[in-house]
T-cell receptor, first 111, second 111 residues
Framework: RKEVEQDPGPFNVPEGATVAFNCTYSNSASQSFFWYRQDCRKEPKLLMSVYSSGNEDGRFTAQLNRASQYISLLIRDSKLSDSATYLCVLYSGGGADGLTFGKGTHLIIQP | NAGVMQNPRHLVRRRGQEARLRCSPMKGHSHVYWYRQLPEEGLKFMVYLQKENIIDESGMPKERFSAEFPKEGPSILRIQQVVRGDSAAYFC?????????FGEGSWLTVV
């Protein structure tokens, strides 16, 4: 099983719809979890951290399920500007060398 | 991009030439991380450097790749005798704890 697995997509979603995607991980020692967003030919940028209790930031909701070893990202009322690749990131300690990145899920919001 | 500066943004090299990528970390930081993102792949850790010291180079290819971070000046990622498979985006980053901030990246194309 790969360390971090994401459905590469693309997810084609109409504007205004709700979309959700998951990320599964194999390292049970992973300490922290994040979602990063990467636009085409741009650097990844932190979207939000993911907590066991679930956390929400505007239209974005992130969940962590340690028992099943997956995290999820839900986007409500999707906007055209949400089109991007969403990277699942795990932190297993140490410095930034302890970060493991998924390959990303490509999301396309259609007008 | 939280102040991590990279140049050049785009670089084209012929097979066999050398590529040099430069990175200046966030102000006040004395460490940098280099990551590589191959087409359609996830970000992969390459090397972690502090001023005049390589902390972790476990992700560096064994041949042709080297990195340094001198006391004065930017960090340099050097790729000798480039091959087509080296074509990728190379990101430099600084971190605050387990949160990483990337530079805008250097896109290397080997022709």
């Amino acid at each position: 099983r790969k360390e971090v697995e994401q459905d590469p997509g693309p997810f084609n979603v109409p504007e205004g719809a709700t979309v959700a995607f998951n990320c599964t991980y194999s390292n049970s020692a992973s300490q922290s979890f994040f979602w990063y967003r990467q636009d085409c030919r741009k650097e990844p940028k932190l979207l939000m951290s993911v907590y066991s209790s679930g956390n929400e930031d505007g239209r974005f909701t992130a969940q962590l399920n340690r028992a099943s070893q997956y995290i999820s990202l839900l986007i409500r009322d999707s906007k055209l500007s949400d089109s991007a690749t969403y990277l699942c990131v795990l932190y297993s300690g140490g410095g930034a060398d302890g970060l493991t990145f998924g390959k990303g899920t490509h999301l396309i919001i259609q007008p | 991009n939280a102040g991590v500066m990279q140049n050049p943004r785009h670089l084209v090299r012929r097979r066999g030439q050398e590529a040099r990528l430069r990175c200046s970390p966030m102000k006040g930081h004395s460490h940098v991380y280099w990551y590589r993102q191959l087409p359609e792949e996830g970000l992969k850790f390459m090397v972690y450097l502090q001023k005049e010291n390589i902390i972790d180079e476990s992700g560096m290819p064994k041949e042709r790749f080297s990195a340094e971070f001198p006391k004065e000046g930017p960090s340099i990622l050097r790729i000798q005798q480039v091959v087509r498979g080296d074509s990728a985006a190379y990101f430099c980053a600084s971190s605050f704890g387990n949160t990483i901030y990337f530079g805008e990246g250097s896109w290397l194309t080997v022709v």
